[in-house]
């Protein structure tokens, strides 16, 4: 039985790759940070919760690393464990670029000094692009932009140095957004179809909203999982793109979910407050690479994936 330790197990993504990964037999241990701050939604959700093994780490701490590494002795890694809201970086910038850099250098350390055969994939954004030619591609240039980015742009090169300095089996995914019903509630998708069902409900009056006149590229998270266990798969390792090839404008999601739920768009307010200090006007990837190396398949329009979150939220709020 192979065995594979998820960072974040409890985030979105942690939750649908123990899915995935217990699907294929895998011994899965996730590791989290206190079993005094744990929520069990996704994995009590997806009825995961007797079935994966959680251990507490701080991730920060090389010692308790190593000690994790020493004893699951892994075959493969995935560190989805991050401080992965944009927003909340720019308000916590020394927290969020310690945490999201040390974690990386940690596990990666310990893989080196004790289990160099281990398989470590890390969980990369399309926000370490910034500002770039369209569509992005993995050759396309690093212009991180925000905190967030800062850290993760880091953590894409450390991954890399240890792959081409030490040997390992070290890969980043720099997935584009991606939504579930899983998706915790600070997310844009997920706080805009809440609040709009409230509305519909009688139980809120507006949705206030801050930029909405920019372009994400958004995708299913239950696919793009696919694509990160695909990566340790492979024969060498290497980075790709995980995306759905298109981007779609904030105001236009709004107006779907408005539209589906036959809410007047008078309902919809703008304030400047909500808008970032720096902000990418327009991003979308090209995902040619993951789909003839991987095997990796994605087709799916976003207005379908919303339509499913929709309807997920509706049924799970009886």
């Not at 940690?106 to 954004?125: D, G, K, T, V, W």
């Not at 905190?147 to 300095?165: F, G, L, M």
């Not at 006149?213 to 793109?241: C, N, S, T």
């Amino acid at each position: 039985m192979k065995v594979a330790i998820i960072t974040g197990i409890t985030g979105q993504d942690g939750a649908y790759l123990a899915q995935l990964l217990h699907g294929k037999g895998y011994r899965v241990i996730g590791l989290i940070r206190s079993y005094s701050h744990i929520n069990f939604k996704g994995l009590e959700y997806l009825k995961l919760k007797d079935k994966v093994e959680l251990v507490e780490c701080d991730l920060t701490d090389l010692s308790q690393v190593m000690s994790i590494i020493k004893e699951y002795n892994p075959n493969e890694i995935y560190n989805l464990a991050a401080q992965s809201s944009v927003s909340l970086s720019f308000r916590q910038p020394i927290g969020t670029i310690q945490f999201n850099i040390l974690s990386v250098l940690n596990l990666l350390e310990a893989i080196r000094m004790l289990n160099p055969e281990c398989r470590f994939y890390q969980a990369s954004s399309s926000e370490v692009f910034g500002e770039a030619k369209l569509p992005i591609k993995e050759t396309s240039g690093i212009n991180p932009i925000s905190p967030y980015s800062i850290s993760k742009a880091s953590a894409h090169w450390i991954t890399k140095n240890y792959r081409d300095s030490y040997g390992l089996f070290s890969c980043s995914g720099f997935l584009f957004n991606h939504e579930s019903y899983l998706r915790s509630d600070n997310f844009f998708i997920k706080k805009v179809i809440l609040q709009a069902i409230k509305i519909k409900n009688g139980e809120a009056e507006i949705l206030e909203v801050g930029n909405i006149d920019i372009k994400r590229d958004f995708g299913w998270a239950p696919k793009y999982v696919e694509a990160m266990y695909l990566m340790l798969q492979q024969p060498h390792a290497d980075d790709y793109l995980i995306c759905s090839n298109h981007s779609v404008s904030l105001r236009s999601i709004i107006e779907y979910v408005f539209n589906y739920l036959n809410i007047s768009l008078d309902r919809l307010v703008i304030n400047e407050k909500y808008f970032r200090p720096t902000e990418i006007l327009d991003i979308y990837g090209d995902n040619t690479k993951a789909k003839a190396k991987l095997g990796w398949e994605y087709e799916m329009s976003f207005y379908d994936v919303l339509t499913i979150l929709i309807n997920e939220e509706i049924e799970n709020g009886k």
